[in-house]
């Protein structure tokens, strides 16, 4: 168990929503996979903010390809995009164009 279920926390997508923002500005994109993961295990499903600050991730840590999966994993899954998700995943992508420069 972990501290916050021990203090009968209830995690939900709002908690765990406030950590992902907290990765994706620290170019954290590794921890935001794990919380992604842990949201499953938890049984707590992934909305479009979680999903947007996964993909903004992607792009700050130049990691464009994962950016793009998470797009296409919200289909699969069922979750909306928004006009912030096209945002995101466009600027994953365009960080890899200007890497190749």
């Given at each position: ?68 999966e998470l797009f ?12 912030v998700t096209y ?11 200007e890497l190749g420069?």
């Amino acid at each position: 168990k972990d501290e916050m279920t021990e203090m009968g926390i209830k995690k939900n997508v709002i908690i765990f929503g406030a950590a992902m923002s907290c990765m994706e500005k620290s170019c954290r994109a590794d921890i935001a996979f794990q919380l992604m993961e842990r949201m499953k295990i938890e049984g707590v499903a992934p909305n479009v903010h979680i999903y947007n600050s996964a993909i903004s991730a992607c792009a700050r840590c130049s990691l464009w390809e994962k950016g793009y999966e998470l797009f296409q994993e919200m289909e699969e899954v069922g979750v909306g995009r928004d006009v912030v998700t096209y945002n995101a995943v466009l600027d994953a992508v365009c960080s890899q164009i200007e890497l190749g420069r």
